[in-house]
């Protein structure tokens, strides 16, 4: 198996945006890479990707089937909540693209989104949350 255990995830929210997670997802990274395993925690959180409502309406809403489980374990990399503890900038950034691809998200769509996370905005909230620690 490569790609997430189920295709959904129990969450709560409050507000519509921001969730916690309910239950555990479990993310297959291709044989290529190692297929190695990550589990994002019950209570892990994420604000979907941390879109700009502007982009929304354009295809890039955080909601989307073929975004939505991704940005849960990008969210839990960049965080410091997933096991295995993800310590690299680039190797969250990676999970999120293969997850968007296993998602089946428009190569486009997954591109976009890369170059936003690997940004030097994406780089200063990893850093934020390195500080935090």
């Known amino acids: 198996m490569t790609g997430f255990l189920k295709s959904y995830a129990d969450i709560r929210t409050s507000d519509g945006r921001n969730a ?3 239950q555990p997802i479990y993310f297959q990274r291709p044989d290529a890479v190692g297929g190695d395993i990550y589990k ?4 892990a959180t994420t604000d979907g990707g941390s879109e700009p409502p502007i982009f929304w309406p354009i295809g890039f809403a955080p909601f989307g089937s073929d975004t939505w489980l991704g940005y849960l374990l990008h969210d839990a990399a960049f965080r410091g909540t ?9 190797v969250a950034n990676l999970l ?3 997850a968007l691809s296993c998602l089946g998200c428009a190569e486009f769509k997954r591109r976009a989104i890369y170059a936003g996370v690997t940004s030097k905005a994406g ?7 390195r500080r935090t620690e």
């Open 20 to 22: 916690t997670l309910l």
């Open 40 to 43: 994002v925690p019950v209570g």
């Open 82 to 90: 997933i096991v295995p503890l993800v310590t690299e900038f680039e």
């Open 96 to 98: 999120l693209y293969e």
């Open 123 to 129: 780089r200063a909230v990893w850093d934020d949350y």
